[in-house]
């Protein structure tokens, strides 16, 4: 990948890497846990690039040391052609404005001893967006924006359903006006039926707005639904970029067709033949020989577990790491 940013790149990830220490006790050594290693990518303007893989894969940390909310150890971030990683704190405060987060629970991300004025309008002051005369109707149109009324202004988290606290969190990263928004799972801790609400909410916002999405979800079949693009990630490596029906209809890695048959067929008269793919993924501290995914991998062969594969252009920006495309 290129390290230029072009004139369609919003964010340019280049070698991303995120390592945690370890000991398994006070006299032991460190044991180095490789979350992200050596991660590509690119977010072009007014675009949704939806991030997915098993649990314990990297995604949530990926997305975080994007934002710089945990120090990436090492890696380029281009993001509106600056250089995040060389960013001081002045600096680094006036990019988050344009970089913001949806959390996961939108129970624990909010300060339950806050009421939603001073949850929503605390970015507002902080940023010098508003002053505190005109903070009350700042916040009321944020509000509104999300689905939201001012009834809610001086209630607290507590006191409102899962779905319309995800719609507080929605609307605090809102409030200082972002460019791009890495979602982290915003669906996961929410009832079927509000996670359609929401998936529908940010949708329109994306397209009102024009915001870019880093879209991090393991629900392949919301995936397919609000992303442009996506990025399959395995033991913190992407395996496998491309359009979103490339990769749903014609996926080139094996890891990605495992995924993909895992995904249920509301249809009972049609049939999809499943991939159970043996064993769990490795542990990220001990990190498997050549491609990462051959012990598992129901098609490997000799160089599998050898060398590393490298990174093939299938078609038009399909992009796999696999042995077979090579």
Do not use: W
Request: charged share 30%; hydrophobic share 35%.
């Amino acid at each position: 990948m290129d390290r230029k940013q072009t004139n369609n790149d919003l964010l340019t990830v280049k070698g991303l890497t995120k390592y945690f220490e370890t000991r398994a006790g006070f006299l032991e050594k460190p044991t180095l846990v490789r979350a992200v290693d050596g991660v590509d990518l690119k977010v072009g303007h007014k675009d949704v690039l939806g991030l997915v893989g098993e649990s314990g894969c990297g995604k949530s940390t990926m997305g975080r040391s994007i934002l710089r909310l945990i120090e990436p150890t090492d890696g380029e971030i281009i993001f509106d052609s600056e250089d995040v990683m060389k960013a001081d704190s002045r600096k680094l405060r006036s990019l988050k404005r344009r970089m913001q987060i949806i959390f996961q629970d939108p129970f624990s991300s909010l300060n339950p001893r806050k009421r939603v004025i001073d949850t929503v309008g605390e970015p507002l002051i902080i940023h010098e967006i508003a002053k505190r005369r005109d903070l009350r109707d700042r916040v009321v149109s944020i509000l509104e924006k999300v689905g939201l009324s001012s009834d809610s202004l001086y209630r607290y988290p507590h006191e409102f359903s899962g779905g319309q606290r995800q719609r507080i969190g929605i609307a605090r990263a809102l409030a200082v006006e972002p460019v791009f928004i890495v979602a982290d799972e915003p669906l996961s801790a929410l009832d079927v039926s509000i996670q359609a609400q929401i998936i529908n909410l940010l949708q329109d916002l994306q397209r009102s707005l024009g915001i870019s999405f880093l879209f991090i979800s393991h629900d392949l079949k919301v995936v397919r639904y609000f992303s442009e693009r996506v990025a399959v990630m395995y033991l913190g490596i992407i395996v496998e970029t491309g359009l979103t029906e490339d990769i749903f209809t014609n996926p080139k890695h094996p890891y990605t067709e495992a995924l993909l048959s895992a995904i249920p067929i509301p249809d009972p008269s049609t049939k999809r033949k499943r991939i159970i793919l043996p064993g769990d993924v490795p542990n990220p501290s001990q990190i498997p020989s050549g491609c990462r995914f051959h012990p598992r991998c129901p098609y490997r062969f000799d160089p599998c577990d050898k060398f590393r594969p490298k990174t093939t252009d299938i078609k038009g920006g399909h992009l796999v790491e696999c042995h077979l495309r090579g």
